[in-house]
């Protein structure tokens, strides 16, 4: 607990509780040590330790809990999706098995051994600019959405926004505001199939609403992913906005050299 | 201006300041108006104003200057990566033109009409576990590590940290500190061939020395992608480490559904 080399006495503490934490002497969800026993541990002020545990609270290693107290971060159970297989996998296993699948992620989501649910709106909107550009839509073209929170074991995971050119699903299934179980995925199943994928993937912060709707702890950054598809002649079909909290995912592609 | 139903005032303030930031009334690198003005607008006290403020600073909208002035956050020109084609191009490139090729990236980075260039050292390491994990690595195998700050436009744009197990690479250029620019990148100089790769992204915020070697503002966070590289007979030869700022970076891939 010596004074660091150039570090001010507020990094010092910060420095010392980020090795307790990442050597596991300090676990997720366990309550930091009491400001009086740090003050006296260090023999600095009620300030100065405040101050290095905010460092900690920016870095997402420390939460502030109900009463104010300040607890080492829990992650929650983190779920992988493999972007690579988790549109084929299912119309795959169908393939083979010749089970009804459910939806591409449900499915996923259950083959791990946890519980899926997703609550479904649908609505014909104006698109956010970046999927008006996706979907190629001209400038007075409007989009089916269908918006799912995504729940695993009863906790928000996710929020996945697919967007669809109007005149290519008005009148189907896709526009009632429920889970579509279809082989080969929804699209399929009203004869249009995706050939290929564009995904890109952007970091930031959450706004606000992102942030109520997936009861993000503060200090916790999502990833943007839209993913768009397209058919064989390359016309976009979809494009699919999904939020992932990063205490929550991992995103996994697996790429061939060819 | 008018009050917002639910909202306390320091929401309320946050919420004009986000809308005139998200319409372009504010732009990107302009002053907040002063707490003075803001608080002749709002008829509300300093400690209001600056709460609202605050939640701006951690959603990552808002910047503090030096001086404490806050400012629109200005991201960075975004650089695109697609991570599925980024080690493949500059092979092709090759065998078409016969060109001798630089590091994929930095060829990738001048593509684009901009200016690369990485800071390397090489060290033997005892990687972290999650690199030792992707490399099959025993608990006392050794990896050579090279680690890369990389630039663009003389800015930090990313930290790129490959580590390749000890005994692949004793002895081979590959543990020269200095860009090595072999058509089909650094490992086939050597005679090792990467057939596939296995991509996990991780989204969460910097560590401290992350946030100093790539100059980041605050609430700035990252993604951090793992590429274990493997031969054609599932054999890893390599572990990319690269660590993403949000504000100057977006991740690509395609896929095609085979």
Same mark, same amino acid.
């Given at each position: 607990?010596?004074?660091?080399?150039?570090?001010?006495?507020?990094?010092?503490?910060?420095?010392?509780?980020?090795?307790?934490?990442?050597?596991?002497?300090?676990?997720?969800?366990?309550?930091?040590?009491?400001?009086?026993?740090?003050?006296?541990?260090?023999?600095?002020?009620?300030?100065?330790?405040?101050?290095? +545990?905010?460092?900690?609270?920016?870095?997402?290693?420390?939460?502030?809990?109900?009463?104010?107290?300040?607890?080492?971060?829990?992650?929650?159970?983190?779920?992988?999706?493999?972007?690579?297989?988790?549109?084929?996998?299912?119309?795959?296993?169908?393939?083979?098995?010749?089970?009804?699948?459910?939806? *591409?992620?449900?499915?996923?989501?259950?083959?791990?051994?946890?519980?899926?649910? *997703?609550?479904?709106? +649908?609505?014909?909107?104006?698109?956010?600019?970046?999927?008006?550009?996706?979907?190629?839509?001209?400038?007075?073209?409007?989009?089916?959405?269908?918006?799912?929170?995504?729940?695993?074991?009863?906790?928000?995971?996710?929020?996945?926004?697919?967007?669809?050119?109007?005149?290519?699903?008005?009148?189907?299934?896709?526009?009632?505001?429920?889970? +579509?179980?279809?082989?080969?995925?929804?699209?399929?199943?009203?004869?249009?199939?995706?050939?290929?994928?564009?995904?890109?993937?952007?970091?930031?912060?959450?706004?606000?609403?992102?942030?109520?709707?997936?009861?993000?702890?503060?200090?916790?950054?999502?990833?943007?992913?839209?993913?768009?598809?397209?058919?064989?002649?390359?016309?976009?079909?979809?494009?699919?906005?999904?939020?992932?909290?990063?205490?929550?995912?991992?995103?996994?592609?697996? +790429?061939?050299?060819?």
């Amino acid at each position: 607990m010596s004074m660091r080399r150039g570090m001010t006495k507020s990094q010092e503490i910060a420095y010392d509780l980020r090795e307790r934490i990442s050597s596991g002497d300090l676990k997720g969800g366990e309550a930091l040590p009491s400001e009086s026993k740090m003050m006296t541990e260090y023999g600095y002020s009620r300030e100065t330790i405040r101050a290095g +545990v905010r460092l900690l609270i920016e870095e997402g290693l420390v939460v502030t809990g109900q009463g104010q107290g300040k607890y080492v971060r829990e992650d929650y159970p983190p779920v992988v999706w493999n972007w690579t297989t988790l549109e084929s996998r299912s119309r795959h296993a169908n393939a083979v098995e010749g089970q009804t699948a459910g939806d *591409q992620w449900a499915s996923a989501v259950a083959e791990g051994g946890k519980a899926p649910r *997703q609550d479904i709106t +649908v609505s014909i909107v104006e698109p956010p600019l970046h999927v008006r550009e996706c979907l190629n839509l001209p400038e007075d073209g409007l989009a089916v959405a269908r918006k799912r929170i995504r729940y695993v074991d009863s906790r928000p995971y996710a929020l996945a926004d697919s967007y669809f050119p109007q005149e290519l699903v008005a009148g189907t299934p896709l526009m009632e505001p429920r889970d +579509v179980s279809a082989p080969g995925g929804i699209l399929a199943s009203i004869g249009l199939v995706q050939a290929k994928y564009t995904d890109e993937i952007a970091v930031r912060m959450p706004t606000r609403q992102e942030a109520e709707l997936l009861a993000l702890p503060a200090a916790t950054p999502v990833a943007e992913h839209t993913r768009t598809g397209y058919d064989a002649d390359g016309r976009p079909l979809r494009c699919m906005v999904t939020i992932l909290p990063g205490d929550r995912h991992k995103i996994l592609y697996e +790429v061939s050299t060819d």
